[in-house]
């Protein structure tokens, strides 16, 4: 428990109260008030007008500063000042770094601000400061802005109580969606992609007509997001219309580029946009950085050759690299491809934060709409009846021309006697008092006639149409169809400039695009220390190791090589030739690098072959054929291949030679057993079938061959025995000693 004091009571407990409040209690109902205040007056937008209140307020403060589009420019200091004086008690950087956003090209689709300046780029570089550039309104921030003068929106008292603030726009332009927001609140956040202006009027259009139209027809209109940086949208359109009936979805936006042709067969790639909101220079220098560390080895340069048109050109190594692997891997690697997550959360018209659907967005935006044609068209109607009941009395003066002279030159309150005279009201007695003598004319009175009988007219069509739904719709309608006009894909800015495309056909990227294919010799020790020595070494070459240690392996590849390890505990282990450690120190254990238990050794190192067959084999004799394809392990626990059993091990593997129609199979009784290769199966996994039979030891090694060639063994050269047929029999027989000769090892190789 602790004791809450009220600010400012300090004293004996005179002229406040203590209360006894929980530690909780009273940090939930401040960190409450804190959220709440983010939410609604920081971070989210309101749905009507699409703005944050500091936006609103910015282009509020330069409206009352007369910078209309029409206007001149006014530094944008002056701009700041205002609006952080009167309007929003926050940091002037911060108020600055709104109104370059709202200027700048790249980072909304339909700038409210006109900027004159250096206002940034799109290669992320800062805006000039706030005493060097210039701004005004735009034709579109005018659109949000018209009508707040005619009783359109409700005003409230700014922070000091001093000024008058709008708490909505009358907003006569579909800003939410045209324009996007972003924002992160406190346990929410807000992120809208822009959209295409010209597409919302017709879905709005569409909209008003049928007030429970699908969703699917809804894309009918709006295909997707329209980004100010343009891009391609590669999404399927059953993803866009689930994102836009959730509110919450994810799309794919990637950099368009095209091919130019140098001629002779040579060729440049050319990316002439990039992902919204990501920086140019930041994007060129990540695929600089995967040049210089050889992992896109098929792009030879990248250069920078942008103005004020995105230019980014990519050199291929050759004329033999294809276009489309290139870029696919940098889709991958890079942001030449993004995802734009959506999720549109905002403030609705009772300012309650929520996640709405693009339905609900264009009705809420409607409905807007309705509410401030009713509240203009009120406003119009008593400015036309407070005008008409002027125009009645100059008339009533007009008429008794004579009379009303003589009243004003002879009766000293010659307004009282006017009233009752002609029962006038004294807003008209006023009017006729305040008559100039030039506007006694007879042509000043047909003017006041006609503007009597036009203003007559105006005034029954305005309550006609306060009457009428329907027409208040059909108005509507004719604003949202002016909107398109001015700003829809007829015109210079509202042209859609992000491709709508389904998504991209599976392109499968080969290793030797990611990495540089240099040859390399793997070195495997008898201790478990692997290590990858540049070039092909031969074997005779002295490899260096660490005391008490020795060669186990040694086996030559590329870097984009994998290499398959087969262990005893008859599980396949895969690394990449990339991966390996360089052959400069003693290398690394392998255990660091794949997950072979304790008390399990390799038996075998072996580079990867696609369409290859090898046996594998246990110390109890028992093993099978397995197709190569069925080796490749994705995790470092490696793929069990040979099941085995308790006091069992792996023994042995070798590949099976093309031709191969015999196995031969000895034990560590130096017995020796040939049979046909078609008596073992062909499996991806299991304990196999009895090779051969001992009755002390084990298996010791296996081998294939042609036995039109003979048996093959090395023992200090190569030895070919042709002599063979006493060992052939079936599998699973014990079969016979060894010929002579044979390597005191007991192994084929």
Same mark, same amino acid.
């Given at each position: 428990?602790?004791?809450?004091?009220?600010?400012?009571?300090?004293?004996?407990?005179?002229?406040? %109260?203590?209360?006894?409040?929980?530690?909780?209690?009273?940090?939930?109902?401040?960190?409450?008030?804190?959220?709440?205040?983010?939410?609604?007056?920081?971070?989210?937008?309101?749905?009507?007008?699409?703005?944050?209140?500091?936006?609103?307020?910015?282009?509020?403060?330069?409206?009352?500063?007369?910078?209309?589009?029409?206007?001149?420019?006014?530094?944008?200091?002056?701009?700041?000042?205002?609006?952080?004086?009167?309007?929003?008690?926050?940091?002037?950087?911060?108020?600055?770094?709104?109104?370059?956003?709202?200027?700048?090209? *790249?980072?909304?689709?339909?700038?409210?601000?006109?900027?004159?300046?250096?206002?940034?780029?799109?290669?992320?570089?800062?805006?000039?400061?706030?005493?060097?550039?210039?701004?005004?309104?735009? +034709?579109?921030?005018?659109?949000?802005?018209?009508?707040?003068?005619?009783?359109?929106?409700?005003? @409230?008292?700014?922070?000091?109580?001093?000024?008058?603030?709008?708490?909505?726009?009358?907003?006569?332009?579909?800003?939410?969606?045209?324009?996007?927001?972003?924002?992160?609140?406190?346990?929410?956040?807000?992120?809208?992609?822009?959209?295409?202006?010209?597409?919302?009027?017709?879905?709005?259009?569409?909209?008003?007509?049928?007030?429970?139209?699908?969703?699917? /027809?809804?894309?009918?209109?709006?295909?997707?997001?329209?980004?100010?940086?343009?891009?391609?949208?590669?999404?399927?359109?059953?993803?866009?219309?689930?994102?836009?009936?959730?509110?919450?979805?994810?799309?794919?936006?990637?950099?368009?580029?095209?091919?130019?042709?140098?001629?002779?067969?040579?060729? +440049?790639?050319?990316?002439?946009?990039?992902?919204?909101?990501?920086?140019?220079?930041?994007?060129?220098?990540?695929?600089?950085?995967?040049?210089?560390?050889?992992?896109?080895?098929?792009?030879?340069?990248? @250069?920078?050759?942008?103005?004020?048109?995105?230019?980014?050109?990519?050199?291929?190594?050759?004329?033999?690299?294809?276009?489309?692997?290139?870029?696919?891997?940098?889709? @991958?690697?890079?942001?030449? +491809?993004?995802?734009?997550?959506?999720?549109?959360?905002?403030?609705?018209?009772?300012?309650?934060?929520?996640?709405?659907?693009?339905?609900?967005?264009?009705?809420?935006?409607?409905?807007?709409?309705?509410?401030?044609?009713?509240? @203009?068209?009120?406003?119009?109607?008593?400015?036309? %009846?407070?005008?008409?009941?002027?125009?009645?009395?100059?008339?009533?003066?007009?008429?008794?021309?004579?009379?009303?002279?003589?009243?004003?030159?002879?009766?000293?309150?010659?307004?009282?006697?006017?009233?009752?005279?002609?029962?006038?009201?004294?807003?008209?007695?006023?009017?006729?008092?305040?008559?100039?003598?030039?506007?006694?004319?007879?042509?000043?009175?047909?003017?006041?006639?006609?503007?009597?009988?036009?203003?007559?007219?105006?005034?029954?069509?305005?309550?006609?149409?306060?009457?009428?739904?329907?027409?208040?719709?059909?108005?509507?309608?004719?604003?949202?169809?002016?909107?398109?006009?001015?700003?829809?894909?007829?015109?210079?800015?509202?042209?859609?400039?992000?491709?709508?495309?389904?998504?991209?056909?599976?392109?499968?990227?080969?290793?030797?695009?990611?990495?540089?294919?240099?040859?390399?010799?793997?070195?495997?020790?008898?201790?478990?220390?692997?290590?990858?020595?540049?070039?092909?070494?031969?074997?005779?070459?002295?490899?260096?190791?660490?005391?008490?240690?020795?060669?186990?392996?040694?086996?030559?590849?590329?870097?984009?090589?994998?290499?398959?390890?087969?262990?005893?505990?008859?599980?396949?282990?895969?690394?990449?030739?990339?991966?390996?450690?360089?052959?400069?120190?003693?290398?690394?254990?392998?255990?660091?690098?794949?997950?072979?238990?304790?008390?399990?050794?390799?038996?075998?190192?072996?580079?990867?072959?696609?369409?290859?067959?090898?046996?594998?084999?246990?110390?109890?004799?028992?093993?099978?054929?397995?197709?190569?394809?069925?080796?490749?392990?994705?995790?470092?626990?490696?793929?069990?291949?040979?099941?085995?059993?308790?006091?069992?091990?792996?023994?042995?593997?070798?590949?099976?030679?093309?031709?191969?129609?015999?196995?031969?199979?000895?034990?560590?009784?130096?017995?020796?057993?040939?049979?046909?290769?078609?008596?073992?199966?062909?499996?991806?996994?299991?304990?196999?079938?009895?090779?051969?039979?001992?009755?002390?030891?084990?298996?010791?090694?296996?081998?294939?061959?042609?036995?039109?060639?003979?048996?093959?063994?090395?023992?200090?050269?190569?030895?070919?025995?042709?002599? *063979?047929?006493?060992?052939?029999? /079936?599998?699973?027989?014990?079969?016979?000693?060894?010929?002579?000769?044979?390597?005191?090892?007991?192994?084929?190789?």
């Amino acid at each position: 428990m602790t004791a809450i004091t009220p600010p400012g009571d300090f004293g004996d407990g005179a002229g406040g %109260e203590i209360r006894d409040t929980p530690l909780s209690q009273a940090l939930s109902e401040r960190y409450l008030a804190y959220a709440l205040s983010t939410i609604v007056s920081r971070s989210l937008p309101d749905v009507r007008d699409g703005l944050k209140p500091v936006h609103r307020r910015l282009l509020y403060a330069m409206r009352l500063l007369k910078l209309d589009p029409a206007a001149g420019f006014k530094k944008c200091a002056r701009v700041v000042g205002d609006v952080m004086g009167k309007y929003h008690p926050h940091g002037d950087q911060a108020i600055y770094d709104a109104l370059v956003r709202l200027a700048q090209g *790249f980072s909304v689709r339909y700038p409210l601000i006109d900027g004159q300046g250096n206002f940034g780029n799109i290669d992320g570089d800062n805006p000039a400061a706030m005493r060097y550039t210039e701004s005004r309104l735009t +034709e579109i921030a005018s659109a949000l802005l018209d009508g707040i003068d005619e009783d359109t929106v409700d005003f @409230r008292q700014t922070y000091d109580g001093e000024e008058e603030e709008p708490i909505v726009l009358p907003a006569n332009f579909p800003n939410l969606l045209a324009n996007g927001a972003t924002g992160i609140a406190v346990g929410m956040a807000t992120n809208i992609p822009p959209h295409n202006v010209g597409e919302l009027c017709d879905a709005l259009t569409h909209l008003i007509k049928f007030p429970n139209a699908t969703f699917d /027809k809804l894309c009918d209109f709006i295909p997707g997001p329209d980004f100010p940086t343009g891009g391609v949208l590669v999404e399927d359109r059953a993803t866009v219309v689930e994102a836009y009936k959730t509110g919450r979805g994810a799309f794919r936006l990637r950099a368009k580029w095209q091919i130019e042709d140098l001629g002779r067969g040579q060729y +440049e790639i050319v990316v002439t946009e990039i992902p919204y909101q990501i920086q140019k220079a930041k994007l060129i220098e990540r695929i600089a950085d995967l040049i210089i560390a050889k992992k896109l080895p098929i792009l030879q340069d990248i @250069r920078d050759e942008s103005t004020e048109e995105v230019r980014i050109v990519l050199e291929p190594k050759n004329r033999a690299v294809d276009a489309e692997t290139l870029m696919e891997h940098l889709f @991958r690697e890079t942001d030449l +491809e993004i995802r734009f997550n959506m999720n549109m959360n905002v403030l609705d018209a009772s300012n309650t934060p929520g996640v709405m659907s693009l339905r609900e967005v264009l009705q809420a935006f409607l409905d807007h709409r309705h509410k401030v044609l009713i509240r @203009r068209k009120n406003f119009r109607l008593e400015k036309i %009846e407070r005008r008409l009941e002027i125009l009645g009395g100059l008339l009533i003066a007009f008429l008794n021309l004579d009379e009303v002279i003589k009243i004003i030159r002879e009766e000293d309150d010659p307004k009282a006697v006017m009233m009752k005279r002609f029962d006038l009201t004294e807003v008209q007695a006023n009017a006729i008092l305040d008559m100039r003598l030039r506007q006694l004319r007879k042509l000043e009175e047909m003017e006041i006639r006609r503007e009597n009988d036009e203003l007559g007219r105006e005034r029954s069509a305005i309550k006609k149409l306060l009457k009428d739904e329907d027409a208040r719709w059909k108005t509507i309608s004719d604003e949202i169809a002016e909107t398109k006009k001015a700003f829809g894909q007829k015109t210079e800015i509202g042209a859609r400039r992000t491709e709508i495309s389904g998504p991209p056909t599976a392109v499968i990227v080969p290793l030797e695009a990611m990495v540089e294919k240099e040859p390399i010799t793997v070195v495997l020790s008898e201790k478990g220390w692997i290590r990858a020595l540049k070039g092909h070494v031969e074997p005779e070459t002295e490899v260096k190791f660490k005391e008490g240690d020795s060669l186990k392996f040694l086996i030559h590849g590329q870097t984009t090589d994998k290499f398959l390890i087969f262990a005893t505990n008859g599980r396949f282990y895969t690394v990449a030739g990339d991966k390996l450690p360089g052959g400069r120190g003693h290398g690394e254990p392998i255990r660091l690098m794949v997950d072979i238990p304790n008390g399990h050794d390799p038996i075998s190192l072996a580079v990867f072959e696609t369409g290859k067959k090898y046996i594998v084999a246990s110390d109890k004799g028992r093993g099978f054929i397995v197709p190569s394809d069925d080796l490749m392990a994705q995790t470092k626990n490696g793929k069990q291949v040979l099941n085995v059993g308790t006091g069992e091990e792996a023994a042995a593997i070798c590949d099976v030679m093309d031709g191969a129609d015999a196995v031969a199979v000895v034990g560590e009784n130096r017995k020796l057993l040939i049979f046909p290769i078609d008596e073992l199966p062909e499996m991806g996994r299991g304990k196999g079938v009895i090779l051969q039979r001992y009755n002390k030891g084990g298996l010791l090694d296996v081998t294939t061959m042609r036995t039109a060639e003979g048996l093959t063994w090395k023992s200090g050269g190569t030895r070919t025995e042709t002599e *063979f047929q006493q060992w052939v029999g /079936k599998r699973a027989q014990a079969g016979l000693n060894v010929p002579k000769g044979f390597p005191r090892s007991g192994r084929f190789s």
